[in-house]
């Protein structure tokens, strides 16, 4: 094995260029995406920002108008659904509702023929990796909603795809239920070194179970990172936005400070030139409330237990920050003074 095959990691999935037209609307813009063998990457955005198409056009759904879909080193661009080694899980299950869980597990290795023996082993690891050997003989209908996501997922785990997509597929669960299936699939991914596209809207959900987040935006890849590179080192405006919670202050550069409403704020690291326009990025856990180099009011508190978010208006600018046990009294209605420490905080441009 060389030096360089030994770091470089393998990959499963080469979309190259990929682009798709329906009428007059750009769904996907020539995307270009690696996906690495064992990784759990979700791919994130607004609606309608393309995630859907991305998906079919993986799965072999739609036709692509241009561009390339490689899967293990080779070209499935125009290979049929059922020739391309992925398996999808969907939101709404899709199980058969007149088969048991053990036969909705063991069959697409039933249709390829496998012998009798070796589909009941694979369904019954599947079903202990998913956690549900006590449920094998049940009908769909005798499991509530996260069983039955275990049992769709327990039916790609068992033939070992290439690529697993999962489209929106805690969409249906309530929020707890949501988080425990999150740890789950985290469990599973982990245990099983499946590689994972999971689609979602929800930044929390990518955050919490990606090794990398691909965000989309009107067709085009806004940035590509792990939830980290995607929290504290946003691209662009969109995805400072997107990732997490901030107060965004735009503003015009003069003299290497952002004239803002706020005031001239300073701008670490960046020399922009005068005139250019743009913003700083402030994360709530970056605000210092009671003292700093601006004043608002405080319009809202919300509490969330461990800490209390706390919403300001500083004339035309809002503010959102962070208070934990320790910051002094926050009220509803009463002016405080708030700042940051400059090299918290990001200078982005203004692209728009
Ligand atoms: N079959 C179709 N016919 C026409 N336009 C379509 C079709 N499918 C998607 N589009 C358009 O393509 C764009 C991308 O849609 P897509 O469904 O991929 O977005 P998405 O990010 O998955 O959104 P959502 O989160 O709402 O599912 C949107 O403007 C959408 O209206």
């Known amino acids: 094995m060389s030096a360089t095959s030994a770091t470089t990691p393998?990959?499963?999935l080469q979309v190259q260029s990929l682009a798709k037209l329906y009428g007059q609307t750009i769904a996907l813009d020539h995307v270009d995406l690696e996906v690495r063998k064992g990784e759990l990457l979700t791919l994130l955005g607004p609606s309608g920002s393309g995630k859907t198409t991305l998906l079919q056009l993986i799965c072999g759904l739609q036709e692509p108008s241009s561009g390339t879909v490689v899967i293990d080193g080779k070209d499935q661009t125009h290979a049929p659904v059922n020739k391309r080694d992925i398996g999808v899980v969907f939101q709404n299950y899709a199980l058969f509702p007149h088969m048991t869980v053990v036969e909705n597990v063991g069959?697409?290795?039933?249709?390829?023929?496998?012998?009798k023996v070796e589909i009941d082993t694979k369904v019954a690891k599947a079903l202990e990796t998913v956690?549900?050997?006590?449920a094998a003989g049940r009908a769909p209908s005798q499991l509530s909603g996260g069983q039955q996501q275990r049992v769709a997922l327990a039916r790609c785990l068992v033939y070992d795809p290439a690529i697993i997509l999962m489209d929106e597929p805690l969409g249906a669960l309530d929020a707890k239920l949501r988080e425990v299936m999150?740890?789950?699939?985290k469990r599973i991914h982990r245990e099983t070194g499946a590689t994972i596209i999971f689609v979602t809207h929800d930044q929390q959900e990518a955050l919490a179970l990606s090794d990398r987040i691909c965000l989309m935006n009107n067709g085009k890849i806004a940035q590509?990172?792990?939830p980290r590179q995607m929290y504290e080192e946003p691209q662009n405006l969109f995805v400072a936005d997107f990732i997490g919670v901030s107060s965004?202050?735009?503003g015009t550069v003069k003299d290497g400070a952002l004239q803002t409403t706020l005031g001239l704020l300073p701008i670490s690291g960046a020399r922009p030139s005068n005139g250019t326009n743009g913003a700083i990025v402030v994360r709530p856990e970056a605000i210092s409330l009671g003292e700093g180099f601006c004043e608002g009011r405080v319009r809202e508190t919300v509490y969330g237990g461990s800490d209390m978010r706390v919403i300001i208006d500083a004339g035309e600018q809002e503010i959102i920050a962070r208070a934990t046990a320790a910051t002094g009294d926050i009220e509803v209605g009463?002016?405080?003074?708030?700042?940051?420490?400059?090299d918290a905080v990001r200078f982005l441009i203004d692209k728009d």
């Not at 999150?182 to 699939?185: A, K, L, R, S, W």
């Open 182 to 185: 999150q740890i789950e699939i």
């Open 224 to 226: 590509l990172g792990t």
């Open 131 to 134: 956690g549900l050997t006590h």
């Open 248 to 250: 965004i202050i735009r």
């Open 334 to 342: 009463k002016t405080v003074r708030f700042g940051w420490a400059p």
């Open 10 to 12: 393998e990959i499963k």
């Open 107 to 115: 069959f697409a290795l039933k249709m390829r023929g496998l012998p």
